[in-house]
């Protein structure tokens, strides 16, 4: 069935219309009447009700066609103009208009009506919508009312009008909306009993049955234009552009649609999107197009097998979940080079499964398309890409950010270069108070860096691997302390190397950072300690725990003392510094500090090189 720009609208049994802020019956605006010849009847008078300004024609039920109608109107609604029809008559095609009290169709030549368009004139037509519904044989009343020259019934499809509802609304009226409706040919099928709208699945899933042919259609009574479409088929190619409820595709010659393209026209193009997905086989549900962009694929022989259609304000995002599918992530098998040509040439966009591996593809400006790589948002989660594949276990520096993802590729971590850190350090560890630490930090969200003794880190082996598991960083503080500036070559790398030893048992890695104890550090010290690739990390806030232990003196100096960029020297081997840190930890989270280990610090603000000496950034 074909139809022109057929909208939705809400069949009203209200008593009386509002219209300008007063209730008025109908026939106080205007008197519709007339008269419809029917199949086997004759002429029969229209069913007037004067409540709500609606009148019938025809009959339902009785398998009888409508082969003329006379539609009178009287005007009293103080606009000039009045109402006007035509119909379309079985072998002859569509009539001319005919002004209101004309006959519209035959008699006595057994031929049925199969359309009817019905419009207002002049002023009358700026003020009020002329709305009805035609009673369709197989269909029903299945198509909905329809408005404003729009076609009720079909044409090409030998279906006759069986009955006919007229009445006219105000243009403030709330029974219209703006809407899409579409109606599709399938194969093994043929014509869909039930037109769809508004993202309702139009075809089948899971049944391998192809669509051959679609008709779709718009309107909203404030706007001109309507909607304008075309099909790519199979053997075939792209045809020419069809308009509001034209036939695209083929019928009865056993081809597939293989990709479509919708786009409004007029001023619904400027006030709507149109937004539209395809099932296609082997791919399933692929990503929403838009506005004339192409949905399916032209070239590589895939049927499409469903459609949803949907109208949007213009501007506004993506829908998400239509019609209970919420996720475009299709299971297929493509070869590679099939894959290539779906990614290069724009095809698809979103999820897609193939070979057992799931990627994600995008699609350029200019149409084309290519795989994610690097930091992608997609509805509103960031995920790490690699050559389109999610990247596992990852961290990658992105635009002043680090981006960390777990094991499946989800990002769970991020920090931000834009906003202020701070990098907490505790040195003199691992001890039976580093676990309270580590409770702290995880309630807030905070990192640290711990500079570990060697000698200690077997002891404490549990609290340094969950230490490292957390996201915190594991730094060197020597084997057992000694002061680096009275120390040999070869004893400064030893205890470095040793520490580095009992931390990769625990971990799995050596450490990559050192801090020379009580800071003490030289030229010399230094380009030893560059031989091991390690930079020497000091501080800028010095809290001096282990000489005051006092914890609110050492919350006093953190607090009044930090800012962005700060590394701030604590032990980890003092109560005093446990019960400082329940302070510490939340109030700068809360002052929007990001709490981040030395080397994310670094990461954001150039790096650091094997020998250097840091005490901020």
Avoid at 294 to 307: F, P
């Amino acid at each position: 069935m074909t139809f022109k720009k057929i909208i939705s609208a809400i069949l009203t049994a209200a008593v009386a219309i509002t219209f300008a802020g007063v209730s008025v019956k109908a026939e106080a605006n205007y008197v519709l009447g007339g008269m419809a010849h029917v199949q086997d009847q004759g002429d029969t008078a229209a069913s007037w009700n004067a409540e709500t300004g609606e009148i019938t024609l025809g009959s339902r039920g009785l398998s009888r066609r409508l082969e003329k109608i006379n539609i009178s109107f009287e005007n009293n609604t103080g606009y000039g103009g009045s109402l006007e029809y035509r119909v379309h008559i079985q072998d002859y095609g569509w009539t001319e208009w005919l002004p209101a009290g004309t006959d519209a169709g035959t008699a006595g030549q057994s031929k049925r009506l199969e359309g009817i368009e019905i419009r207002l004139t002049g002023d009358l037509a700026a003020y009020y919508n002329v709305v009805y519904r035609a009673h369709i044989q197989d269909y029903g009343d299945a198509q909905g009312w329809v408005a404003n020259g729009a076609l009720a019934g079909s044409t090409g499809e030998s279906k006759r009008v069986e009955e006919i509802k007229v009445k006219l609304e105000p243009k403030s009226s709330p029974s219209f909306s703006s809407s899409v409706i579409y109606h599709v040919h399938r194969q093994d099928f043929g014509w869909e009993s039930d037109w769809k709208s508004n993202g309702a699945v139009s075809g089948t899933t899971g049944q391998s049955k192809r669509l051959e042919a679609i008709t779709l259609s718009v309107s909203d009574p404030a706007y001109s234009g309507g909607i304008k479409y075309r099909t790519h088929v199979q053997d075939i190619g792209w045809q020419d552009w069809k308009y509001d409820g034209d036939l695209s595709g083929t019928t009865g010659m056993g081809k597939r649609l293989e990709a479509i393209q919708i786009e409004l026209t007029g001023d619904m193009a400027s006030n709507y999107d149109v937004y539209y997905r395809v099932h296609v086989e082997g791919f399933g549900w692929l990503g929403w197009a838009k506005n004339g962009e192409s949905a399916g694929t032209s070239g590589l022989s895939l049927r499409l097998e469903a459609i949803q259609v949907i109208m949007t304000a213009k501007g506004a995002s993506a829908p998400g979940s239509v019609a209970g599918i919420t996720s475009v992530r299709p299971e297929s098998t493509f070869s590679d080079a099939d894959l290539d040509t779906i990614v290069s040439q724009g095809i698809y966009s979103g999820w897609i499964t193939a070979g057992g591996s799931t990627y994600y593809i995008i699609k350029n400006a200019d149409g084309t398309g290519k795989f994610a790589d690097g930091v992608v948002n997609i509805d509103g989660t960031d995920f790490i890409f690699s050559n389109g594949k999610l990247a596992p276990n990852q961290r990658i520096v992105s635009n002043n950010k680090i981006y960390y993802t777990d094991g499946s590729g989800n990002v769970y971590r991020i920090v931000d270069g834009d906003k202020p850190m701070v990098a907490l350090t505790y040195d003199d560890g691992p001890t039976q108070y580093t676990n309270q630490i580590l409770d702290i930090l995880e309630a807030n969200g905070g990192k640290a860096t711990f500079f570990v003794m060697g000698c200690l880190v077997s002891s404490n082996a549990d609290a340094v691997k969950r230490a490292y598991d957390m996201g915190c960083q594991i730094g060197s503080h020597t084997w057992d302390h000694p002061t680096l500036t009275k120390c040999s070559t070869d004893k400064i790398l030893q205890e470095l190397n040793s520490t580095d030893a009992a931390v990769q048992a625990v971990i799995g890695c050596p450490t990559s950072i050192m801090r020379p104890p009580g800071g003490a550090q030289n030229g010399t010290v230094a380009s030893i300690i560059a031989q091991t690739g390690k930079p020497l990390i000091l501080w800028s806030v010095d809290t001096r725990d282990w000489e005051n232990k006092n914890s609110q003196m050492i919350i006093n100096n953190v607090l009044s003392n930090v800012k962005d960029g700060s590394i701030i020297l604590m032990h980890d081997r003092l109560g005093c510094t446990v019960t400082a840190s329940q302070t510490i930890i939340p109030t700068l989270t809360a002052q929007g500090y990001q709490l981040v280990t030395v080397e994310e610090m670094a990461l954001l603000n150039g790096g650091m090189v094997p020998g250097g000496v840091y005490r901020c950034f």
